[in-house]
C-alpha cells in the first residue's frame, strides 16, 4: 500500500486565489513527520513546510499552511493568494519514527501534483 | 559548503558503463538519502545512511546499484553496467536526524545512450 497518496495530478488556480492540495497518509507509527516541497522547472526541491504528528497546531509559513486532520491522516498545502511562480510540482512526504528514532526514518515522497497558476 | 553538493550535474554515458555519481551533505548532517526521480516521475527512495549504522538499501533497484558514504560524510552512488532506464534525475539529501527538513543538491542528470 502507498504511503503516501496524492489524488490530484494537475491542478489549475486564478492568480490571488487560494487552492488546497491534498495528501493523506498511511502508517502505524504514532512518531511521524509531514513535509510539503516544491519542485520548480529548474528541478531543485524546496522546502515548504514541515507538521509533526505531536503538533497541536497546524502549521504556518508565510503563504502555505497545513490542514493536518490526524484522525483522517490527511495533510493538505493550502496555498493563500497565488502567484504565478507558485506554478510548480509539489510532493507530500512523510518521515516515519521521527520523534522515537525508531523505524527506518526513510522519507517516503507522493507522486506530486502540477500546481498552474492563471493570470 | 552552505548546501548539499551533487557532482557531476550532468552525466552522459554509453549504455554498460559504470558510473559514479556524488553527494557531499550539509557538515555535520547525519542523515543522508537518495532518490531517482524519472522525468515527470515522483522520488523513487533508493537509499538512507544514518550516522555509522547499517544503511537502509530497500530502495535499491537491482544490485547493479551500490552507495557508500565514507567517514560519515560524502556519498557516492555507483551504477555498474548502466542500462537506457537507469536514465533519470539522481537527487541526494541531508538532514539532522530528529530534525525537521530535508535539504536536497540540484542533482545529476544521467543520461544512458
Known amino acids: 500500500a502507498q504511503k503516501i497518496t496524492q489524488t490530484q495530478p494537475g491542478m489549475f488556480v486564478q492568480e490571488k486565489e487560494a487552492v488546497t492540495l491534498d495528501c493523506t497518509y498511511d502508517t502505524s507509527d504514532p512518531s511521524y513527520g509531514l513535509f510539503w516541497y516544491k519542485q520548480p522547472s529548474s528541478g531543485e526541491m524546496i522546502f515548504l513546510i514541515y507538521?509533526?504528528?505531536?503538533?497541536?497546531q497546524n502549521a504556518t509559513e508565510g503563504r502555505y499552511s497545513l490542514n493536518f486532520q490526524k484522525a483522517r491522516k490527511s495533510a493538505n498545502l493550502v496555498i493563500s493568494a497565488s502567484q504565478l511562480g507558485d506554478s510548480a510540482m509539489y510532493f507530500c512526504a512523510m518521515r516515519e519514527g521521527q520523534y522515537s528514532g525508531a523505524g527506518s526514518y526513510q522519507l517516503t515522497f507522493g507522486k506530486g501534483t502540477k500546481l498552474s497558476v492563471i493570470p | 559548503g552552505a548546501g548539499v553538493s551533487q557532482s557531476p550535474s550532468n552525466k552522459v554515458t554509453e549504455k554498460g558503463k559504470d558510473v559514479e555519481l556524488r553527494c557531499d551533505p550539509i557538515s555535520g548532517h547525519t542523515a543522508l538519502y537518495w532518490y531517482r526521480q524519472s522525468l515527470g516521475q515522483g522520488l523513487e527512495f533508493l537509499i538512507y545512511f544514518q550516522g555509522n549504522s547499517a544503511p537502509d538499501k530497500s530502495g535499491l533497484p537491482s544490485d547493479r546499484f551500490s552507495a557508500e558514504r565514507t567517514g560519515g560524510s560524502v556519498s557516492t552512488l555507483t551504477i555498474q553496467r548502466t542500462q537506457q532506464e537507469d536514465s533519470a534525475v539522481y537527487l541526494c539529501?541531508?538532514?539532522?536526524?530528529?530534525?525537521?527538513?530535508?535539504?536536497f543538491g540540484q542533482g545529476t542528470r544521467l543520461t544512458v545512450v
Open positions: 507538521q509533526g504528528s505531536y503538533d497541536q
Open positions: 539529501a541531508s538532514s539532522l536526524r530528529g530534525h525537521t527538513e530535508a535539504f
